[in-house]
């Protein structure tokens, strides 16, 4: 039997870049965000190295983003306006698609107030290795601001599948 030497996930995490900080640091919630992703690249950079689904990598950056923005209530996958689905119009998603009706969305994460019209903050997350346009992210966030009155929108690529690190960043 051979030993194995031992793996920490923890070495292979890039921190983010000052200029990516100091990019997040252009808008109110940008201070919390940012520590909240610290968090996410030093206690869980597993996740992104093994390219764990999405869901799993938002759910524990929701995690740490409520413990610096202590004063919203933090939601994963969200999907209500009060007490109605939130709704935004098919076109804003599909602009080539002449199918108009509501389609039902459900925001990666989000800082609010359940049951009110205070809406903080929405997160769209998309991994490297995903093969998904992130346009279509993007025009979700447009439509959460425009239609939802988000205050704020934030669009992340995370790296993974062997690297842990934000790979782009995009206030909307």
């Known amino acids: 039997m051979v030993a194995m030497e031992a793996f920490s996930f923890e070495s292979v995490f890039r921190p983010l870049l000052a200029e990516q900080e100091a990019y997040l640091r252009l808008y109110p919630p940008g201070e919390a965000v940012l520590l909240a992703l610290r968090d996410l690249l030093e206690r869980d950079s597993r ?3 093994i390219d764990a689904n999405e ?3 938002t759910f524990r950056f929701a995690m740490h983003l409520q413990s610096h923005l202590r004063e919203w209530e933090i939601d994963c996958e969200f ?22 009706e509501a389609k039902t969305v459900f925001p990666d994460v989000i800082a609010h107030r359940r049951g009110k019209k205070e809406n903080f903050l929405v997160v769209e997350f998309k991994k490297s290795t995903s093969h998904v346009d992130r346009s279509i992210d993007r025009r979700k966030l447009l439509g959460y601001k425009r239609q939802l009155g988000y205050e704020h929108a934030l669009f992340v690529e995370v790296g993974s599948g062997g690297q842990a690190s934000i790979t782009s960043l995009e206030w909307i």
């Open 79 to 100: 999907n209500r306006d009060g007490v109605e689905p939130k709704r935004l119009g098919h076109m804003e998603l599909y602009p080539d698609s002449e199918d108009e």
């Open 47 to 49: 996740l992104l190295y």
């Open 55 to 57: 869901r799993s990598i």
